[in-house]
């Protein structure tokens, strides 16, 4: 089960942290990070945690966005902060994990509206 939250208005150049409970059986090696869909725009991926660990960040988010997270007992406190923000970042922020094992098997937060006013 994934529960975002912390999504609002904010002017552009301003930061905003958005975060998400992810509880359930979920492994170190699960590839758990944020996605986005902007209005008329396909689901893109903006962070993510790879299944040894390492992060990797996509097209503009490099830079000005930091994911993390925090383990506590059977969840995980996934956080996106996000900087100098644009209007163009303007979108639902959708936190998901892949439990899959021999192919992908992803399960989604509701999505947190992020708006950044110009």
């Known amino acids: 089960q994934l529960q975002a939250s912390g999504g609002g208005l904010v002017q552009s150049g301003g930061s905003l942290r958005i975060s998400c409970t992810v509880s359930g059986t979920i492994r170190s090696f699960n590839p758990m990070g944020w996605y986005r869909q902007a209005p008329g725009k396909q689901r893109e991926r903006v962070a993510i945690?790879?299944?040894?660990?390492?992060?990797?960040?996509y097209g503009s988010a490099k830079g000005r966005f930091t994911i993390s997270r925090v383990y506590a007992e059977n969840t995980v406190n996934l956080h996106l902060q996000m900087t100098n923000l644009k209007p163009e970042d303007t979108a639902v922020y959708f936190c998901?994990?892949?439990?899959?094992?021999?192919?992908?098997?992803?399960?989604w937060g509701q999505g947190t509206l992020v708006t950044v006013s110009s």
């Open positions: 998901n994990v892949d439990t899959g094992v021999s192919g992908p098997n992803h399960y």
């Open positions: 945690f790879n299944p040894d660990g390492s992060i990797a960040y």
